[in-house]
């Protein structure tokens, strides 16, 4: 059904809506994204053109009270596709009346049908927007102008140099400008970022068989004008080709603009597009019969939004990662964050080179990771909470709260978990594909280096080793009650994943000697550091108490209650309580309160059995009923200021048989951004941690398709209202193609093997298809 791959709107909305709208509607290729602004439009309160590039950011320096602060943001570059046009002489200002704008998934297209109302009639604008995914560094666009009327219609196609970093209201009081303008010649606009002094170019040319188009020059734009007499219902048909490369990626940057401006046309581009996405929708799709009607196409935008944040033909290509908000827009000011263990393992599954390439972003900036943990007077390899072009700390020392308008401290790079999610990731791929390259190249270093980074942090009691100064990733607890000092002391999920950090590594000693020794003796990781791991992995403090339920940090349980309930009848919306909270002048650092799941989260990357099993070896006894009454209780506190959150706890409903329940969590997830359901912030940018989880969670966990041990498990639990899951995923070099239907499973492999279904063993061959 056509409407099951459209995003399509009708409306005409006004600010964070239409915002909202553009992130939803970028078109990208892993290189670069392309905000869905409408051509006429500049930035002002209800659009926001944007054009980012994998990799470039900019820091500039503002003056906050006294006090210089640096921020490293992706830079918005120059606008290619500014249209101007003038009726009669007369240019057009007045904001179209009526709309349509359809987001085609499966053929990777934008177009967009407006009308603008004029003295004499209406003026109607159609444009098709494409972005190359092959070769990346083009994109085009195609416009059709027509009149209810005859007139002498001006058309001006604008590479518009005037251009800040404007898309977050709450960054607008710092400085924003990111780069210059060098060059306006040749239709291309070159320049330079202020501060990382990266070179770039972005070119345009415009063509048009009922007129021609000329060129004009200024110090900051380039403009391709044209002037017509078109009759009535007449049809100007105008196209764009456009390239954008730079100095980062290659050094013939220019070569490539010119290139693609000489050789491009609108149809080569936009066939390239169509080509690309057919192709790969045939091993991407997930497709799903349920009851909610709109659920196919919104997981068909998680996926093409996953996409277009990195693929095969562009990132290996780049030293780039993905951020939080994808190149959508600069909300987290385009970071990567500890959201990459929500994507990489499902870009593992789909299309493993593209894991591999976000992976080398990490294992290159691990010397950056170093220094990181020795600014802080640590050891080894400490990753940033907030990483963006060379890998150092930018998250921020205080944050604006928007409820009070004020200034707060931000403990938030605290969270050393995001290094074990770093090594997640790299067991995660090692795990899925069996190739073991990857460690031999950088990624038992870092392992080693992350290692080292707890080992020498631990403190010793003399009975069991405890890690202090870190947090969660419950972000609502920074530190404990009536204390300046961030940090807190023995957060489970932490102290649970170093134990199973340092196993792995242990296991990877036997597994593969030689390299191991190798690696341990390029990082200076000796005999004493393992046999500190094997003990530590044995010995690190995890609290639970009387009925069995994992203590969240050491003195949680000493917190006080907070009645949910009664703040959600005063505020409505209370996913933000910290907020709240603080305007109230109180702390949420006081209350048993939680942003998202934190000591439940390992049950999210490896599965209960694996998380009992690492209590266990720490030394603790579990009873038969943990799970439930553990995710009951941290349930009944979490208030999912968090979009990964619900993910997560549906992960956890459905190791405990809810699966109805879990739906009902990923429902609202998949919705996420396209309901904006954080009341704005999808503005933004698009949130990829929950797109990259709700997909992990329908493909591993209800389905139940997992790599154990080298064979493809199969054990399925599937939501009450669902009729029918198929989808194909790729393990160890072999494409699996599964469909699960009235209580039948049907698998399809294009090698020979052997796999699990249901606990039992069967023998697969290549291409033949068959049921259980």
Known sequence: MTENWQIVYRDTPRGVKSYSQ????????????????????????????????????NQTTTKVNSRDIVNEDPVNFPNPQLLKIKINETEITVPYDQRKATLDMHKGKLTEELVYPVDAGHLFVKTTKV?????????????????????????????????????????????????????????????????????????????????????????????????IKLAAKQVLDIKRVMA??????????????????????????????????????????????????????????????????????????????????????????????????????????????????????????LPAARRNAELQREHGAMYPWQSASIGDEQAQLIHLNPMTNEWYPDNSRLQRHVSLAVVYDIWSYTQMTGDNSLLKQGGLNVLLQTSKFWLEKAEYDGENYHLSGVMGPDEFHEAYPNTNQGGLSDNAYTNMMVAWSLSWLLKLRKKMPETFAKACEESDFDETLIRKADEMAHKLKVYINDQGIIEQYNHYFELKDLNLVDYEKKYGDIHRIDRILTAENKSANDYQVDKQADSLMMIYNLGPRVMEETVKQLGNNLPKDWLKKNRDYYLARTVHGSTVSRPVYASVDIALGDVDKAWQKLQVAIRSDY??????????????????????????????????????????????????????????????????EDNEIKVKADHGCVIKVHGHEYQLEANKEISY
């Open 22 to 57: 553009e992130a939803l509607l970028t078109l990208g290729n892993g290189y670069l994204g392309w905000r869905g602004a409408p051509l006429m439009s500049r930035y002002n309160a209800d659009h926001y053109p944007g054009l980012y590039v994998a990799g470039i950011f």
């Open 131 to 227: 972005c190359d995914p092959v070769s990346y560094h083009r994109l085009a666009l195609k416009v059709e102008l027509s009149l209810d009327f005859s007139a002498q219609v001006g058309v001006e196609m604008i590479i518009d140099g005037k251009i800040k970093n404007q898309n977050v209201a709450r960054y607008r009081k710092f400085n924003s400008q990111e780069f210059k303008v060098t060059q306006t010649a040749d239709h291309i606009l070159q320049g330079k970022t202020l501060q990382s002094n990266i070179n770039f170019a972005v070119g345009a040319k415009t063509t048009s068989s009922e007129a021609n188009f000329e060129t004009s020059y200024n110090q900051d734009s380039i403009v391709d004008h044209t002037t």
């Open 675 to 740: 309901d904006d359901i954080q009341g704005g912030t999808t503005a933004d940018g698009i949130h990829t941690g929950v797109m990259g989880a709700v997909l992990t969670v329908i493909m591993r966990d209800f389905a139940g398709v997992k790599f154990v041990d080298g064979k493809l498990n199969i054990d399925p639990q599937l939501p009450s209202k669902w009729q029918r899951l198929s989808f194909t995923q790729k393990y160890c070099g072999v494409r699996y193609r599964l469909t699960f």
């Open 244 to 365: 954008v490369a730079t100095d980062y990626e290659d050094p013939n940057y220019l070569k490539i603009v010119k290139m693609a401006l000489d050789e491009g046309t609108f149809e080569e581009i936009y066939q390239s597009n169509l080509q690309h996405w057919s192709d790969f929708w045939k091993v991407a799709d997930v497709k799903i019969t349920s009851d909610d009607r709109d659920i196919q196409k919104l997981i068909r935008l998680n996926i093409f939004q996953l996409h277009q944040a990195a693929q095969k033909l562009a990132n290996p290509d780049l030293d780039a990662s993905v951020g939080s908000r994808g190149l959508t827009g600069e909300g987290y000011r385009g970071h990567i964050f500890w959201d990459a263990l929500f994507f990489v393992p499902y870009y593992t599954a789909i299309e493993p080179e593209t894991a591999r390439a976000l992976m080398k972003y990490r294992i290159k900036r």
